[in-house]
């Protein structure tokens, strides 16, 4: 991966009457390569003004503004950095710093992460990327590869950008997302989670997955229709539902009173059918390694979710819960609704009990109930939604893969 290290310092004061010159260092990256540049040039009593140092897989670009104590040091200066470089099979070079004001550095301005997930990621694709940062009013401090060149079913990158705010990126890359195919995340660069070991405290998200259509591939109502012979019925209310004719609870009461009547061991059947989302396992056991909390909020049911928190060793789960008496359904649901307003609601709590910042919530799902939970969190994620979703989304991710999911976070996978 990359690393973008700034490390600005001033001189230490009085008056100054060298020269100032540029160090620019390229080549394969070596454990004391930084150090060991800084002992020779302090033999020559230089001052560093700024530092900057990029690191690209195996490879490092590393540029210092220094100022020097004596005008008649830099021809020796620039001698002694060449024969250290050669020495080392790197390549440098030391060019004149007039006209660079030796001044404290410019201060930090606020970034953004711009997150880009796709299939496969051209030269022309990238091009168009950065025409629309620049084209937002951003300027392009960085570039990071989030997963391996050729291995990985994706690929994701992302773009540290400043001199502009995450709406206004978010607005310009977002039609170019919809066009490509491409997945996109925009957030305000607060932590960096790019380390493989457990977050801090200050950096743990809480992850929220919708489940049915998301975490698995199936819908789950429909596999208890099925078994009840019930199949086109169930599927005329959803089609209903999805024409805007009933809302949520009433479809899902009118789906739910059709499995009146089937046998409740049929549960174990449903759970064995079940097809998790390619990626899944590895998503919720990458984020739990780092120390991030993962559960689930669902429209479905408690019967299943609670047989994929034991699965997955997921930290929590929401669900309706199908009414069993004398060991059959009865065609009722037991207590609350978990609808679009029950999803918020329940993302928020789950936070406030693990102590974790709104702002680093993160919600996943695909359709139109989830859409409330998706804006709510500090991170919403359209996952392969339909258009109306993922235009309400603040972002989205548009492959089959749900581990995808990590770059979106800034998590390596590689």
Known sequence: MSDLITEPMSPNGGTQTGSTLLVSVFGRDQPDMTASLFSRLAAFGTTVMNLEKVRTREHVALTARVLTVRTD??????????????????????????GIPPGPPTPRTPRCRATVVAQRLSASTTAAICRQITGAGGRLDGITPLTGPATAPVSAVEFVVSGTDTGTLRAALAPFAGQEGAGLAVERVEHTTHAAGPCSPDDRRLVVLDVDSTLIQDEVVDLFARHAGCGP???????????????????????????????????????????????????????????HRVGVVSGGFTQVTDHLAELLDLDFAAANTLEVADGRFTGRLVGDIVDRAAKARLLRRYAHEACVPLSRTVAIGDGANDLDMLTAAGLGVAFNAKPTVRSAAPATLNVPHLDAVLPLLGITQR
């Open 233 to 291: 019925q169930v599927a005329e209310v959803t089609e209903a539902a999805m024409r805007g004719e009933l809302d949520f609870a009433r479809s899902l009461r009118a789906r739910v009173a059709l499995l009146a009547g089937l046998d409740a061991s049929v549960v174990d059947q449903v759970c064995s059918e079940i097809r998790l989302t390619p990626g899944a396992r590895t998503l919720v056991r990458s984020l739990r390694r780092l120390g």
């Open 73 to 98: 040091a830099e021809g020796l200066l620039r001698t002694a950095v060449r024969d250290w470089a050669t020495a080392r099979e790197l390549y440098a070079e030391v060019s004149s710093g007039h």
